[in-house]
């Protein structure tokens, strides 16, 4: 690889929570930049493709492609519209934790209706999204597994009325 410099880079959870914590020598160079950019705009786009677009071998792409995969870089994944797959009611929750952050935020993380749940600083301590078939099931994801965790002393849901944007391909630095 040109001149590129080994990052070290803390993998993000994979779908089920996968690579969680993962460390991984990967290096982030231009093409393995292209590649991402790339396949953040169209996660279909062919090796042979995507080979000729950015002016290697389709192998050296599919090697690429893997060592940002295995290196917990990427993912590469079909998004979908919950709704036109029969879950109608989908929320953002805010939870003020008491106790250890992280192992509060990994237990939420194991409910599988959780899709996406943020550790940060202002008025919540954690952001949790969550993706249900309806008001009955949200009220007993809220009920019976969010607020029976212990440390989670309060939970403040936003129900999300439409989706208006939604979008992965904020390209690299």
Known sequence: MPNAEPIRAI?????????RGVTADVALD?????????LQRDGRMSYATLAKTIGLSEAAVRQRVQRLLDGGLMQIVAVTDPLTLGFARQAMVGLKVNGDLRAIADEIAAI?????VVICAGGFDLLVELVCTDDEHLLDLLN??????????VCETFMYLKLAKQT?????R
């Open 112 to 116: 599988p209706e959780v899709d996406y």
């Open 168 to 172: 992965y391909a904020w390209g690299t």
């Open 144 to 153: 019976e597994k969010v607020r029976t965790i212990k440390g989670v002393a």
């Open 11 to 19: 993998a993000p959870p994979a779908a089920g929570g996968k690579n």
């Open 30 to 38: 231009e093409i393995n930049k292209q590649i991402i950019e790339h």
